[in-house]
């Protein structure tokens, strides 16, 4: 006698599937930015423009603007003048060199009004333009700029201690 035994176990695997993916509308409301064209109103008034130029009337004192292998200076660095005297600056070597008073140090409102005034082609307030070349020159009236010390700097090498002032007795 054969005995058979069958033995048949079904396992339901249940594999639950939920992937139930939501359609969601995407709503694009594209803001139209109407950028009103702004006019720029740039102000043309200067207020501190009513200051004018004053040439000099006395004196000129020469300072040479020297870069070679003994570092970059002006030479002489420390000048004393009288009110009414100008300072002639000649690029020598190793330009560009300009001249900048730094705004901060001169307190009194009329002076630093009257240097800026006194000082052409400026590239910001008390800052002259490059000088590229030798023997370009750049004067600045002392005229109208009252007695006091105006330290001064070369921009492209402040940090190499190009900087000097002048005097005005
Ligand atoms: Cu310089």
Known sequence: MRFYGLALVASA???GACGGSSDKAKDTTAAASTAAATP????????????????????TVDVKMIGDDKGYRFEPADVKIHEG???????????????????ATISDPT?????????????????????MNPNEQYVISFAG?????????????????????????
């Open 13 to 15: 695997a249940v594999l």
């Open 40 to 59: 720029s109103t740039a102000a043309a008034a200067p207020a501190a423009g009513a200051v004018a130029k004053k040439p000099a009337t006395g004196a």
């Open 145 to 169: 700029v009252k007695p006091g010390t105006y330290p001064f700097h070369c921009t492209p090498h402040l940090a190499m201690g190009m900087k000097g002032t002048v005097t005005v007795q």
């Open 85 to 103: 005297d100008a300072v002639r600056f000649t690029m020598v070597t190793g330009g560009p060199h300009n001249i900048s008073f730094d705004p």
């Open 111 to 131: 002076a630093k009004a009257q240097l800026d005034a006194n000082m052409d082609n400026k590239m910001a307030e008390l800052s002259s333009p490059m000088l």
